[in-house]
């Protein structure tokens, strides 16, 4: 079965595409990309996604199907220039909400748009069953860290928001959110009219801002014991607004972002003992800068793998948690999502 998953990440990149080929001998998984891409949003849809939590109920169901349209006329795209064919499609869809303390998730594209502008079944709502089972919904990649790449101890991914899964044991897994990576440092290279901070140039320049530095340290979330996870709301609503305000200029604000993203992972990772290299994956392992402040502060080392693995592998584990729901298998982790049981997250949609 050839499984197509669909991506898109909280620091608004774009949409990433990854289609996948899966095998199992025993207990070994391998997988194959045979096509990926990350197609851009316009500044239009862009703005869309930004701003859709602050909407009214019928502008949000109608960018929510609007979505399903899109993600739709993307797919058709992709495979086309690849001249591929999809059995089978698992898209993450763009959160807009998650608040799992009141068990409410919200990944919009809505499923039966999707799959009727592919002709392809649909599986979406990757989340939603641990959530009504008490969980976090948040990380759901673990499970496909333990299955697809088994000789890494730890797999750090460094996307809009910095999480890590860590095996504890041959069945037991453990995964969290650490602090806001992507969403704060590109949201500072904005405002020089960068998309990001390429290698972490313009961060290596600044000086850290210790008032700053301080105050981001002191976040509630940062309290709150594991399992835990963060949203994308609370990051615009807590974190953005206290680094816009504060004084000084986009490179000490940057250096002192870096700075805490490092601290934090000092902090979140000391009581693991992690041994050997640990797998780096999401837009921040291109962040040079980031990269050897977080080695510095936590003694770790992190492994860089090829450019194919950093850019997809959430899209690469959206298709391998759509195969195991199509096959019936348990996708989510109760341990380390914190719900009651382990679930078969997915709703599927047929053409």
């Given at each position: 079965m050839k499984v197509l998953g669909i991506m898109s990440g909280s620091s608004l990149d774009g949409v990433d595409l990854a289609l996948c080929r899966f095998e199992q001998n025993d207990d070994l998984w391998k997988?194959?990309?045979?096509?990926?891409?990350?197609?851009?949003?316009?500044?239009?849809?862009?703005?869309?996604?930004?701003?859709?939590?602050?909407?009214?109920?019928?502008?949000?169901?109608?960018?929510?199907?609007?979505?399903?349209?899109?993600?739709?006329?993307?797919?058709?795209?992709?495979?086309?220039?690849?001249?591929?064919?999809?059995?089978?499609?698992?898209?993450?869809?763009?959160?807009?909400?998650?608040?799992?303390?009141?068990k409410m998730t919200v990944q919009i594209g809505e499923g039966s748009a999707l799959a009727m502008a592919t002709k392809t079944k649909v599986i979406t709502e990757l989340r939603t069953a641990d959530v009504a089972n008490g969980g976090q919904g948040a990380p759901i990649v673990p499970l496909v860290d333990k299955c697809l790449f088994p000789e890494y101890k730890a797999c750090l991914n460094l996307g809009g928001i910095a999480n890590i899964s860590i095996r504890r044991s041959k069945d037991k897994v453990l995964a969290f959110d650490i602090c806001p990576l992507n969403q704060a440092l590109n949201f500072l290279a904005n405002k020089l009219g960068l998309k990001y901070d390429d290698k972490g140039n313009i961060a290596q320049k600044g000086n850290v801002l210790v008032d700053l530095l301080a105050s981001l340290n002191e976040l509630d979330?940062?309290?709150?014991?594991?399992?835990?996870?963060?949203?994308?709301?609370?990051?615009?609503?807590?974190?953005?607004?206290?680094?816009?305000?504060?004084?000084?200029?986009?490179?000490?604000?940057?250096?002192?972002?870096?700075?805490?993203?490092?601290?934090?992972?000092?902090?979140?990772?000391?009581?693991?003992?992690?041994?050997?290299?640990?797998?780096?994956?999401?837009?921040?392992?291109?962040?040079?800068f980031l990269i050897a402040e977080i080695e510095k502060q936590t003694n770790l080392k992190l492994f860089i793998p090829a450019p194919e693995v950093i850019e997809y592998k959430e899209a690469i584990a959206m298709a391998f948690l759509g195969f195991l729901r199509n096959a019936g298998i348990e996708n989510v982790l109760s341990s380390v999502t914190g719900a009651s049981k382990n679930t078969i997250n997915g709703a599927l949609y047929l053409p």
């Open positions: 997988y194959e990309i045979l096509a990926a891409e990350c197609l851009d949003y316009t500044n239009e849809w862009r703005e869309r996604l930004k701003t859709l939590p602050e909407k009214s109920a019928k502008v949000f169901c109608q960018t929510h199907f609007d979505y399903g349209h899109l993600l739709g006329k993307y797919v058709n795209q992709f495979l086309l220039k690849y001249q591929q064919k999809a059995d089978l499609i698992a898209s993450h869809g763009h959160t807009v909400f998650h608040s799992p303390e009141t979330f940062y309290k709150r014991s594991i399992p835990k996870s963060m949203a994308n709301v609370w990051i615009r609503e807590k974190v953005l607004p206290l680094i816009e305000c504060h004084e000084g200029s986009t490179s000490d604000k940057l250096r002192t972002v870096v700075e805490h993203i490092a601290i934090q992972m000092q902090i979140a990772l000391k009581e693991f003992k992690i041994e050997g290299a640990i797998l780096t994956t999401g837009g921040g392992a291109y962040n040079d």
